[in-house]
């Protein structure tokens, strides 16, 4: 029999603020990545960090490349309480991220510290903090660049425009592909086009480079990504920066020409783009930063932490493949592996998203 008297009204749970719903979200990422002067950068993969990364309140999470804090910006409001930890090489976007993520932070009860330094550095960095974080439960590196880095002339990362053949991400430290390019031996540098770039043409890239030094400088990207094009067969057709019309064969397909590539959705890969790659990667010590936080992952990470690493080619996919492969196999296992395959973006993220089609994401949890 219930006893309550009838005067007393029925108790109602308190209304709660609905949840955006991914069409809402992923409207807002877009958004974000429109503005180009405020932000100018789209986080990548962002579903899936959400929904595998397993961030909890009270947690404290590492970024190792925070960029312009885009997926800080999705992660922040679910670690309410909790402590997020941003690392960047370029100190332009370590401020930017900084300024924008401190209302975020606060509004969600945050500790928030961003820290300019490569993530090589990362045990060092947040043991640095006080008081200090001795690891962490949840660790995110995105190893691509960020859009506004790639997108600025000054910083010589792409051959969009002629910019000077600079490439670091830091500026203040290490050699630039200016100085890579006029001082290595032609052998040394057409390895390094090769194993770097993966480009099958380096050796005549590389003899090219040096015969056009020996008579002038090379001064600036463009200059440069000319020189690589005309040593493609049919290559000359992108001097300039220019895309060759595509040619459709019977079931409508594009058709590449000798010297490109096509990809889904877009034309022919510029014959400069894999020599370029190998000199940002060389000028970065990229795949050196990578086996080297792959090494600190079982320190920084706490007993059931998790790690999601993001990456753009094939020399640093492989690399955290068999890494995670390696360590969660065998007597001994560290890990357990949260993705068995790599995680490539949904079809609609793709179509917005044009630059996280080549973006591989995969994931593990460290063991107790």
């Given at each position: 029999?219930?006893?309550?008297?009838?005067?007393?009204?029925?108790?109602?749970?308190?209304?709660?603020?609905?949840?955006?719903?991914?069409?809402?979200?992923?409207?807002?990422?877009?958004?974000?990545?429109?503005?180009e002067?405020t932000?100018?950068?789209?986080?990548?993969?962002?579903?899936?960090?959400?929904?595998?990364l397993?961030v909890?309140?009270?947690?404290?999470?590492l970024?190792c490349?925070?960029?312009?804090?885009?997926?800080?910006?999705?992660?922040?409001p679910?670690?309410?309480?909790?402590?997020?930890i941003?690392?960047?090489?370029?100190?332009?976007?370590?401020?930017?991220?900084?300024?924008?993520?401190?209302?975020?932070?606060e509004?969600?009860?945050?500790?928030?510290?961003?820290?300019?330094?490569?993530f090589?550095a990362?045990?060092?960095?947040?043991?640095?903090?006080?008081?200090p974080?001795?690891?962490?439960?949840?660790l995110?590196?995105?190893?691509?660049?960020?859009?506004?880095?790639?997108?600025?002339?000054?910083?010589?990362?792409?051959?969009?425009?002629?910019?000077?053949?600079?490439?670091r991400?830091?500026?203040?430290?290490?050699?630039?592909a200016h100085e890579?390019?006029?001082?290595?031996?032609?052998?040394?540098?057409?390895?390094?086009?090769?194993?770097?770039?993966e480009?099958?043409?380096s050796?005549?890239?590389?003899?090219k480079?040096?015969?056009?030094?020996?008579?002038r400088?090379?001064?600036?990207?463009?200059?440069l990504?000319?020189?690589?094009?005309?040593?493609?067969?049919?290559?000359?057709?992108?001097?300039?920066?220019?895309?060759?019309?595509l040619?459709?064969?019977?079931?409508?397909?594009?058709?590449?020409?000798?010297?490109?590539?096509?990809?889904?959705?877009?034309?022919?890969i510029?014959?400069?783009?894999?020599?370029?790659?190998?000199?940002?990667?060389?000028v970065?010590?990229?795949?050196?930063?990578?086996?080297?936080?792959?090494n600190?992952?079982p320190?920084?990470?706490?007993p059931?932490?998790?790690?999601?690493?993001?990456?753009?080619?094939s020399?640093e996919?492989?690399?955290v493949?068999f890494?995670?492969?390696?360590h969660?196999?065998?007597?001994?296992?560290i890990?357990?592996?949260i993705?068995?395959?790599?995680?490539?973006?949904?079809?609609?993220?793709?179509?917005?998203?044009?630059?996280?089609?080549?973006?591989?994401?995969?994931?593990?949890q460290?063991?107790?």
């Amino acid at each position: 029999m219930d006893s309550t008297p009838d005067n007393i009204p029925p108790q109602i749970p308190p209304k709660t603020s609905p949840q955006p719903s991914p069409d809402d979200l992923a409207n807002e990422i877009y958004t974000w990545g429109q503005v180009e002067h405020t932000v100018g950068h789209i986080p990548v993969l962002w579903r899936e960090i959400l929904e595998l990364l397993d961030v909890q309140p009270n947690k404290t999470v590492l970024d190792c490349t925070i960029g312009r804090g885009g997926h800080a910006t999705l992660i922040i409001p679910q670690l309410t309480g909790g402590h997020y930890i941003g690392l960047d090489t370029d100190a332009q976007n370590a401020n930017f991220a900084r300024q924008r993520l401190t209302p975020i932070a606060e509004k969600h009860n945050v500790k928030l510290d961003i820290i300019h330094t490569n993530f090589t550095a990362a045990h060092d960095a947040i043991n640095s903090l006080k008081p200090p974080i001795p690891a962490v439960d949840v660790l995110l590196a995105d190893l691509g660049f960020a859009s506004n880095q790639m997108d600025d002339p000054s910083r010589g990362l792409s051959f969009k425009g002629a910019g000077p053949l600079d490439m670091r991400l830091d500026p203040s430290q290490g050699i630039t592909a200016h100085e890579l390019i006029h001082q290595l031996p032609e052998r040394e540098l057409a390895d390094l086009i090769y194993q770097l770039g993966e480009e099958r043409l380096s050796r005549r890239i590389a003899r090219k480079i040096i015969e056009t030094r020996t008579e002038r400088p090379i001064e600036n990207t463009e200059e440069l990504a000319d020189l690589i094009r005309g040593c493609y067969p049919g290559g000359k057709a992108w001097i300039g920066g220019k895309r060759p019309a595509l040619r459709f064969g019977n079931k409508g397909r594009a058709k590449g020409k000798k010297g490109g590539k096509n990809r889904g959705g877009g034309g022919m890969i510029d014959p400069a783009t894999r020599t370029f790659m190998a000199l940002r990667i060389a000028v970065n010590g990229e795949l050196d930063a990578l086996d080297h936080l792959l090494n600190e992952l079982p320190r920084l990470l706490q007993p059931n932490g998790r790690a999601g690493i993001i990456s753009f080619h094939s020399l640093e996919d492989r690399r955290v493949k068999f890494n995670f492969r390696d360590h969660s196999s065998g007597d001994s296992p560290i890990y357990k592996r949260i993705t068995r395959r790599v995680l490539t973006a949904q079809l609609d993220e793709a179509d917005r998203n044009p630059r996280s089609r080549s973006a591989k994401m995969r994931v593990i949890q460290k063991l107790t």
